[in-house]
């Protein structure tokens, strides 16, 4: 009997240590354009999430000169895409805020990436045209956006970073209740023979 009690905390302990899988939440799986490249000026600027986010999710996206270029954001299954309105060249900046509509988790990040010219940001020169979509030329890839939980170090995949620093309280808390459930079950099974 008493090796049942123990196979039986045994079991307990390693379906916790499994339970945090099924606490997966909507990160991102791709950015396009990728983090640091350099593109042409782009129309779009989209994120891959790993499940589809609200509609109410946004992504923001900044320019050269640091204004907000984000025209209409629109979500299509775990695509969350903003299309660019007139826009400077230089360092820019793509955030995103989304919560999946599978578990209502929130995912925040961002990520940047340089577009080829000189920005104007006083609005005297010429605009750039924009192009039908990024033409990714890789630069410094030193500063990789962190990997996936398959291990893949791509640029495009990531996760926030209190997302990857938290503890997975929840799936050791049911695991620590079902433990002392199980013990106290075995106790009481053995004490009364």
């Known amino acids: 009997m008493r090796r049942v009690g123990l196979s039986a905390v045994f079991v307990g302990a390693i379906l916790s240590l499994n339970m945090g899988a099924a606490w997966a939440h909507g990160d991102?799986?791709?950015?396009?354009?990728?983090?640091?490249?350099?593109?042409a000026m782009p129309k779009v600027v989209s994120v891959t999430l790993s499940e589809a986010p609200v509609p109410q999710s946004r992504l923001a996206v900044t320019d050269g000169c640091g204004r907000d270029v984000t025209d209409e954001v629109t979500v299509?299954?775990?695509?969350?895409?903003?299309?660019?309105?007139?826009?400077?060249?230089?360092k820019w900046t793509a955030a995103i805020r989304a919560v999946s509509a599978v578990d209502g988790h929130q995912t925040e990040d961002d990520w940047s990436f340089t577009v080829e010219g000189?920005?104007?940001?006083?609005?005297?020169?010429?605009?750039?045209?924009?192009?039908?979509?990024?033409?990714?030329v890789e630069?410094?890839?030193?500063?990789?956006?962190?990997?996936?939980?398959?291990?893949?170090n791509s640029a495009t995949t990531s996760t926030s970073d209190s997302e990857e620093n938290s503890f997975p309280i929840v799936p050791v808390a049911l695991g620590g209740v079902a433990l002392v459930a199980v013990a106290a079950f075995v106790r009481a099974k053995s004490s009364s023979q």
Do not use: F, Y
């Open 76 to 90: 299509r299954g775990e695509v969350l895409q903003a299309s660019i309105g007139d826009a400077q060249p230089g």
């Open 28 to 39: 991102i799986v791709k950015t396009d354009p990728k983090k640091n490249t350099e593109i």
């Open 139 to 152: 630069t410094d890839t030193t500063d990789d956006v962190t990997s996936n939980a398959a291990g893949d």
């Open 118 to 136: 000189t920005a104007d940001c006083d609005g005297d020169t010429e605009e750039v045209v924009p192009t039908d979509g990024p033409s990714p």
